[in-house]
């Protein structure tokens, strides 16, 4: 691909360190970006969980270095060998590998495969884009899971909703319309997962470990905030049923106990590990009452689902809806917003604005 220009653009660089990689603002021209048939201008990266992991070496995110972070970009197609692709076209590209084994959106431009680019849809941009991210795409990807193992907003009823078909003959507690719960509500896959199940009708329980998190929590759509805590408690083999399902980003404990509470025929989405990677919990929930544990990645996900999941975010989820959600910062600031994320003090989504400066 020529570069014609051989102009110096602006990346973030991570680089093998001692205890931690470092992370630095450096130059680059488009003759070092890796192999890939379309060169993207990247206008908006973002900020996950995983890219803070990378960033401050608190997890083995990274496979080699030096290595641009950023799991997500959105920007314009500058020059294209794919048929699929024209100078211009917005794009976003989530997952993939990118800032983890190739380079990612943390630059200004990004050399990328075409078969791994989404076309931004229609009516959205590369700000809105990036303002889902890969967060977003996953909340998405947990609701459809939780649709097709048939959890759906309960109609009104004065006797029985959708929702509300435990076996008559159960001896279980009566279960009258139960919630859908999220933990870790207000992190990146989690306030996006309360607005999209508000939006679409459910109740919302929303599990935050922060006092302060209420109100923000309650503006994006949760009917009801309860603490961490809670669900952090051991439990038995089955608790009483309190939800109708459940998207769950923090693993360990948390996702036992979810699962002990959990309705006949309810199911759990299963995104994340902020509270742990191990599951110690029993078959009863599943042989009892016929829960489902619902794997979700979005890193590999097929590009079908992925049209599918990004047209319905583009339509469920309108700009309005995610702007009380979203921050903005530079290149420069990543590195702070990293190490609050990896202690657990992010809130909603953050995007990074590769034309910020400071
Ligand atoms: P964020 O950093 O945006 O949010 C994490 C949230 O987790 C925090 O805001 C906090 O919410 C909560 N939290 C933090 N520490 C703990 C803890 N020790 N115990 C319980 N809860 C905690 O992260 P993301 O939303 O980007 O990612 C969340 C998880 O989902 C991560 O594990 C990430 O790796 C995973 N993930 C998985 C994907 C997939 O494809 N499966 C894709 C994207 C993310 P609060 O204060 O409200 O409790």
Request: aromatic residues 6%; charged residues 20%.
């Amino acid at each position: 691909m020529p570069d014609p220009s051989g102009e110096p653009f602006r990346a973030l660089m991570l680089r093998q360190g001692g205890d931690e990689p470092t992370a630095e603002i450096t130059r680059l021209t488009w003759r070092d970006l890796p192999e890939g048939d379309v060169l993207v201008r990247v206008a908006h990266s973002s900020l996950n969980y995983k890219d803070a992991l990378a960033i401050t070496g608190a997890g083995p995110v990274v496979r080699e270095y030096p290595m641009v972070p950023g799991i997500d970009l959105a920007g314009a197609v500058v020059d294209s060998s794919s048929p699929d692709y024209r100078l211009g076209d917005a794009v976003l590209l989530t997952g993939w590998g990118i800032g983890e084994t190739v380079w990612g959106g943390m630059a200004e431009y990004a050399r990328v495969r075409s078969e791994h680019l989404i076309p931004i849809p229609e009516g959205r941009d590369a700000f809105w884009a990036m303002s889902v991210g890969t967060a977003g795409l996953t909340a998405m990807l947990a609701v459809m899971a939780l649709e097709e193992a048939g959890i759906w907003p309960a109609q009104p009823s004065a006797t029985r909703g959708p929702s509300d078909d435990t076996p008559a003959d159960s001896s279980e507690v009566r279960v009258e319309r139960l919630p859908v719960l999220v933990t870790a509500a207000s992190g990146g896959v989690g306030s996006i997962a309360v607005s999209l199940l508000a939006g679409a009708g459910h109740y919302v329980v929303a599990s935050s470990g922060r006092q302060d998190s209420g109100p923000f929590l309650r503006s994006i759509g949760a009917s009801e905030v309860i603490e961490r805590v809670e669900l952090e408690q051991s439990a038995r083999p089955l608790e009483q049923q309190r939800w109708a399902g459940a998207i769950d980003s923090v693993g360990g404990s948390t996702l036992a106990r979810v699962l002990a509470e959990t309705r006949y025929g309810g199911a759990v989405a299963s995104c994340g590990l902020v509270g742990g990677g191990a599951l110690h919990t029993t078959v009863m929930p599943f042989i009892l009452r016929a829960v489902k544990l619902l794997g979700v990645n979005s890193v590999f996900t097929p590009r079908d689902l992925r049209l599918k999941a990004w047209s319905r975010l583009a339509y469920e989820l309108p700009s309005d809806m995610l702007q009380p959600l979203t921050r903005v910062i530079s290149l420069e600031e990543v590195h702070g917003m990293a190490r609050q994320m990896v202690a657990g003090r992010g809130r909603g989504r953050t995007v990074v604005d590769l034309a910020a400066r400071g």
